[in-house]
Each structure stands twice: as C-alpha cells, then as structure tokens.
C-alpha cells in the first residue's frame, strides 16, 4: 500500500510564497502522475496542478504564472511552489498519485491534506 505525506502548509500573508511537498512511500511498480488539489468549504475538490512521470504538467487557470509544480522522481517526491499567494488561495491541499503496482494494476491514492490559508 502506498502512502502519501504532505508538508509546507501554512499561514502566510497575501503576496507571500509557501511551498508543498508530497512524497511517496511503500512498495509499487511506478508512479504515473502526481498532483496537487485543493477544497474549500461549499466547493468541489479542483486541480491545482498535476505532473506526469513524463513531465507534462497541467494547470489551473487560476494559479498559472503564480505555481509551479515540480517532482524529483528519485526521491518519488512532488513539490508545489506558490508566489503570490491570494486570499483566494485559501483551502486544503491535497496529493494525489496515480500508482501502478507491481502487479501492474493502477489506482489513485490521496494524502490526508494540508490547509494553506492567506491572511493579512
């Protein structure tokens, strides 16, 4: 079973820079994709940003020019740089993998988040 820890959430003022960190532990066959979500409350969980094991990324509208995602693929680990952080920024962020085990099935796994809130 694989597992996911997050870190770097945080209080930070609007215009600040927070980053996250997901990583990946437990045995499987490989990593597909990695990315970040994110909920706030009364709305669906949405994409932030994801990275394939290839190195194609998609983005939100919304965080482009101000996130950028990142993955050190030996370390199975995914990173999410954020500048200029927004009020709107506010919510829990989450990881997500897309996991292929060792016998060659694929599944998606989430961390358990972490809250980013963007106050003054």
């Known amino acids: 079973q694989v597992q996911l820890v997050e870190s770097g959430g945080g209080l930070v003022q609007p215009g600040g820079s927070l980053r996250l960190s997901c990583s990946a532990s437990?045995?499987?066959?490989?990593?597909?994709?990695m990315g970040w979500y994110r909920r706030t409350p009364g709305k669906q969980r949405e994409l932030v940003a994801s990275?394939?094991?290839?190195?194609?990324?998609n983005s939100a509208d919304s965080v482009k020019g101000r996130f950028t995602i990142s993955k050190d693929t030996a370390k199975n680990t995914v990173y999410l740089q954020m500048d200029s952080l927004k009020p709107e920024d506010t919510a829990v962020y989450y990881c997500?993998?897309?996991?292929?085990?060792?016998?060659?099935?694929?599944?998606?796994?989430w961390g358990q988040g972490t809250q980013v809130t963007v106050s003054s």
């Open positions: 997500k993998a897309m996991i292929t085990t060792n016998q060659r099935s694929v599944y998606n796994t």
């Open positions: 437990g045995s499987f066959f490989s990593i597909r994709s």
């Open positions: 990275i394939t094991e290839t190195g194609i990324i």
